[in-house]
């Protein structure tokens, strides 16, 4: 099974995730494309070891061209302005849909990768 990075380093996302308060995880790239439609783990990263802590399927994506259709859709990613992870400013962003997030009880994981990983 795949499972993918989540840095909690600024802000507990992968909480709200597992909350069902962020529906939608956004990056710079098109870098969990290969997951669209999967069920997959999430991996929280950025606060101690990398730990499993549940599983989300990833529906779709999305892409935000510019800052007002980002900001339009704040209430689904959770990410303000000032955070590293908003918008730049002429740059874009892709939203992944994620959908029936479940907690799982954590679990450390000790495979590579700086994205993805196997588990």
């Known amino acids: 099974m ?12 992968t909480d709200k995730i597992l909350e069902g308060l962020k529906t939608v995880e956004t990056r710079n790239s098109r870098s969990l494309d290969s997951l669209i439609g999967q069920r997959v783990g999430i991996i929280r990263t950025g606060a101690g070891k990398a730990t499993l802590v549940g599983y989300v399927t990833i ?3 999305k892409e935000y061209s510019n ?3 980002f900001d ?12 590293k992870y908003y918008i730049q400013q002429g740059g874009k962003k892709y939203g992944y849909i994620l959908e029936n997030a479940v ?16 588990i």
Request: proline content about 4%; hydrophobic content about 35%.
């Open 59 to 61: 529906a779709g994506v």
């Open 72 to 83: 339009s859709d704040h209430q689904a990613h959770l990410v303000k302005p000032g955070s």
């Open 103 to 118: 907690r799982c009880e954590p679990q450390v994981v000790t495979a590579r990768g700086i994205v993805i990983r196997n």
């Open 2 to 13: 795949k499972a993918f990075n989540i840095n909690d380093r600024e802000f507990r996302f």
């Open 67 to 69: 800052a007002s259709e």
